[in-house]
């Protein structure tokens, strides 16, 4: 067998323009899913009853499902009840909805870990309840589940792959195309899986910067 990686990197335009989309895919999903995980994951620690309850399904529903299974729902069943959406569309509300779920449970296990000494503190300088959440509770709850947190928006952009399943020109379908025009599989697929070892590591030194800088502080 006769390795050629020149017939995969002559196709670079295709490459990069899938590594593009999937940053695109990965960055837009992470603050849309993060910030609406942190909404259930208050509302699974503080909210009422039933809205604990509703939120659980959505968690439990969500978790419990395979990811291409809900990516398939929202592409091609939604469209049975003439919600019909585009490739990107659909896999930006799939990857927001299934992040969300994860992170709404890591929020919350941060949340409930703030001492109520210091909630009380807040509330004898006449902080109101918004203030103390975003002030007192949040960036310490975010500070305790950060390194958690990175690892699931990394598996996201790596899950992210599966939406070459319904045609969004991410990396995988750039990978597909390539492949299938080639027939260097072998080749294709290596350079690829070092493309997305590439990305990981830099998502996750990006998020690890961020965080501490701009998000809870050091």
């Known amino acids: 067998m006769t390795l050629d990686f020149s017939v995969v990197l002559k196709q670079w335009p295709l490459l990069l323009d899938g590594m593009l989309l999937t940053i695109f895919l990965t960055l837009f999903s992470a603050v849309i899913g993060t910030l609406l995980g942190i909404g259930c994951g208050l509302v699974r620690s503080k909210g009422p009853t039933w809205a604990r309850w509703c ?75 918004w203030q103390i959440f975003t002030r007192v509770v949040l960036p310490p709850a975010l500070k305790r589940v950060w390194p958690t947190l990175v690892g699931q928006m990394v598996i996201i952009m790596l899950g992210s792959a599966v939406c070459s399943q ?53």
């Not at 959505?58 to 959406?85: A, D, S």
């Not at 020109?169 to 070092?194: C, D, K, M, P, W």
């Open 55 to 129: 939120v659980g399904a959505y968690v439990e529903l969500i978790r419990n499902t395979p990811f291409i299974i809900q990516l398939f729902f929202i592409f091609f069943g939604l469209p049975g009840l003439g919600l019909k959406m585009t490739a990107l569309t659909a896999a930006i509300v799939a990857n927001v909805i299934n992040l969300a779920a994860y992170v709404s449970e890591i929020a919350r296990s941060g949340i409930e870990a703030t001492p109520d000494g210091q909630i009380e503190a807040a509330q004898s300088l006449a902080l109101d309840r």
């Open 166 to 218: 319904i045609s969004a020109e991410e990396l995988t379908y750039a990978a597909n195309q390539i492949a299938s025009n080639s027939f260097r599989n072998f080749e294709t697929y290596i350079v690829v899986a070092g493309l997305y070892l590439l990305l990981a590591v830099a998502l996750r030194r990006l998020l690890n910067w961020v965080g501490p800088r701009f998000i809870f502080g050091r």
